[in-house]
Structure formats: structure tokens, C-alpha cells
């Protein structure tokens, strides 16, 4: 018997609406230090290391927004599902070109995927993200594809 409902197959294909983000030279100099990058570009706020755009997918929230153990609450994209222990299951990325100081991205968030598999321990619940960043224009920056798993 399957644990995905078509209520929750459904939710396959849905997005985020867009957010525009401006990369500042300040932040990335920020993200370096706090980091340790040990590279000039980065150091001096030129070019955003990958992981830099990690941090786009974390607001800052008030402490009260905040869930119990000081997580941020759970992507609107994850739909409620029932199996309720969620961990990360790694990424993927597709670099397809650099992004630099002063450049204007757009974050664009799908749920792409979700299956079940059998664990050693009991069932498992994938869900696949893609977070395609991009310019302004459209021009494919950066894609991640982010899996969770439910146990």
C-alpha cells in the first residue's frame, strides 16, 4: 500500500511564486568571512561562492516566526505528508555561469518530484526541489535539485 496519496502526487509540479534578489558586494563579503573563504574574489565581495545562494533560502525571521528548536518553518512546498521526521538527502548542482557583484537573480522554487522507497527501517517518502536561479533576463545561472527525505 502506498503512503503517497494522489492528494499528495498532485502537489508534483507546483512552485513558489518568484523572488528577485540583488547580490551585494557587502554580502558577499559578509558570507565570506563568515564562511572562511580564503579566495580574493570572494573576500573582496566580486563573486559569490555556490553555496552563497543557499542563504537566499533562508529568510531572516523574527525569533517568534521561528519553529521550536529555532528552525525556519518548513517550505510551502512541502505538502503535509505521513511520515513527519524530515532530513536533508543532499543536492545537485548545474552551474552555468558565475554570479558576480551587482548582478539580479530570480529564485524560482518547484517541487519536482516525490516518490517512496523501502527502507532497512520502514517506509521512506524522496521529494525532490529544483531551485533554478536566474537573471532577469531568463539566462540559466545556477540549478539546484535539493532531495528531503520523510521517515
Not at 505521513?82 to 557583484?101: C, D, N, Q, T, W
Amino acid at each position: 500500500m502506498s503512503l503517497l496519496s494522489p492528494s499528495i502526487k498532485s502537489r508534483i509540479g507546483t512552485s513558489l511564486p518568484p523572488l528577485r534578489f540583488e547580490v551585494t558586494r557587502s554580502d558577499l563579503r559578509k558570507y565570506a568571512v563568515a564562511t572562511g573563504q580564503r579566495q580574493a574574489r570572494y573576500l573582496e565581495g566580486d563573486e559569490a561562492p555556490l553555496l552563497f545562494l543557499f542563504s537566499v533560502l533562508m529568510p531572516i525571521l523574527p525569533l517568534e516566526q521561528l519553529l521550536e528548536d529555532g528552525r525556519q518553518p518548513d517550505s510551502a512546498l512541502l505538502p503535509e505528508l505521513p511520515l513527519k521526521r524530515i532530513m536533508a538527502g543532499g543536492s545537485e548542482y548545474e552551474v552555468h555561469r558565475r554570479i558576480f557583484a551587482g548582478d539580479v537573480l530570480m529564485l524560482r522554487q518547484t517541487l519536482a518530484d516525490i516518490y517512496e522507497k523501502q527502507g532497512a527501517e520502514g517506509p521512506l517518502i524522496f521529494l525532490v526541489f529544483e531551485n533554478r536561479f536566474e537573471s532577469e533576463t531568463g539566462e540559466p545561472l545556477v540549478t539546484e535539485r535539493l532531495i528531503r527525505i520523510a521517515r
